[in-house]
T-cell receptor
Framework: GQNIDQPTEMTATEGAIVQINCTYQ??????LFWYQQHAGEAPTFLSY??LDGLEEKGRFSSFLSRSKGYSYLLLKELQMKDSASYLC??????????WGAGTKLIIKP | TAGITQAPTSQILAAGRSMTLRCTQDMRHNAMYWYRQDLGLGLRLIHY???????GKGEVPDGYSVSRANTDDFPLTLASAVPSQTSVYFC????????????FGPGTRLTVL
């Protein structure tokens, strides 16, 4: 079966750095997405990785290791508005998007 | 720029009644999707359409039907609603490449009593 694992919940302090991990076992791999979802709102696109390595976009970076079936989302200089759920999703061999259950990130002052 | 819209925003529905959730996008995306999102389960794909005139079943298609008469619209119909269909429903679209990710509508919160 196909599976994506993320921690259910994480807590971090404003101004700090947090890393949200995602591991996946899917039938094939054609890319990995990270989305942000604030409570009561729709998910919004954050990043896309298809090759190994680190993609940096402002305060957010995403890393991929295809051989390990592993990705992480790194958030720097945390702000209160970063409190949200972060969803990891993988495109499988049929070009279907397989979603993780999401990691709820709580930012404390 | 509208992007992708859904209607209604929320609805309370009696069990056994039928209902159609509407979804419209103006980005000329070929692919469209319907998801339901339940606490602790993440997004689950109900149906999808890779292009106008074609549809496919996702992970949880039972009790739902879709149509794709044109590029812009992708309605989701519940023929006879049951309480287990209480959920938040998201419509999404993407270009054929898919590498730009899926763009989501604001969602419809449906309660079936």
């Amino acid at each position: 079966g196909q599976n994506i694992d993320q921690p259910t919940e994480m807590t971090a302090t404003e101004g700090a750095i947090v890393q949200i991990n995602c591991t996946y076992q899917t039938s094939g791999f054609n890319g990995l997405f990270w989305y942000q979802q604030h409570a009561g709102e729709a998910p919004t696109f954050l990043s896309y990785n298809v090759l190994d390595g680190l993609e940096e976009k402002g305060r957010f970076s995403s890393f991929l290791s295809r051989s390990k079936g592993y990705s992480y989302l790194l958030l720097k200089e945390l702000q209160m508005k970063d409190s949200a759920s972060y969803l990891c999703a993988v495109i499988d061999s049929n070009y279907q998007l397989i979603w993780g259950a999401g990691t709820k990130l709580i930012i404390k002052p | 720029t509208a992007g992708i819209t859904q209607a209604p925003t929320s609805q309370i529905l009696a069990a056994g009644r039928s209902m159609t959730l509407r979804c419209t996008q103006d980005m000329r995306h070929n692919a469209m999707y319907w998801y339901r999102q339940d606490l602790g389960l993440g997004l689950r794909l109900i149906h999808y359409s890779n292009t106008a005139g074609t549809t496919g079943k996702g992970e949880v298609p039972d009790g739902y039907s879709v149509s794709r008469a044109n590029t812009d619209d992708f309605p989701l119909t519940l023929a006879s609603a049951v309480p287990s269909q209480t959920s938040v429903y998201f419509c999404a679209s993407s270009d054929s490449n898919g590498g730009s990710g899926q763009f989501f509508g604001p969602g419809t919160r449906l309660t079936v009593l």
